[in-house]
């Protein structure tokens, strides 16, 4: 099985600060990599797929990169209903999920 | 606007199953497929199985292929998870997802609000 290891799994930033989180599969996924946003008490919500193709209707803030085994989801100028926590996923042999990162406000 | 409605949850004692619905809406439910995600208080996300629209193929995440059953009623647009041999490790909220199944795996951008499923004597 593909393991997922997301970095960090506490963040805090500032209203305007951009920020990188971070997806590391234990092998290579060929960009089959999803991230969902998770709101307190909400359902996960599709953002990204296939490393860097967005969802219907997510802000342009929102950004995805990566390849081989190291992806990355990048959020420029930080409002603050992104806060949340981000779960990645692979879909490259069965659906594996990240345990999360938790961003919150400085 | 797709929706997901899911039903059943609620306290189980251990040992015990549970079916949960879900109910499907704003989209041809027949066209896709369907599938099961959870996650225990507190924690990640699991993916369960997911159903093919005519039933003819349904995959399981390989841990609770048997205890879990997923099937599906397309005249009446309801998903079902059917729980068995119930434990505390079963105790989460599951989610009704749509997947986007691709040969090797699938994401999920369609979710329900989930339902509480909590086992306890």
Redesign the interface.
Known sequence: DIQITQSPSLLSASVGDSVTLSCKASRYIYN?L?W?QQKLG?????LI?HTNSF?TGIPSRFSGSGSGTDYTLAINSLQPEDVATY?C????????????TKLELK | EVKLVESGGGLVEPGRSLKLSCAASGFNFNDYWMGWVRQAPGK????IGEIKQDSSTINY?PSLKDKFTISRDNAQNTLYLHMSKLGSEDTAIY?CVRP?V?G???????????VMVTVSS
């Open positions: 089959n999803a969902y909400e359902a996960p919500k599709l797929y969802q779960f996923q692979t879909y490259y042999s069965g659906n594996t999920f990240g345990a999360g | 990640g996300l699991e993916w995440t989610y986007r691709l090797h795996g699938s994401f999920f951008d369609h979710w329900g609000q989930g």
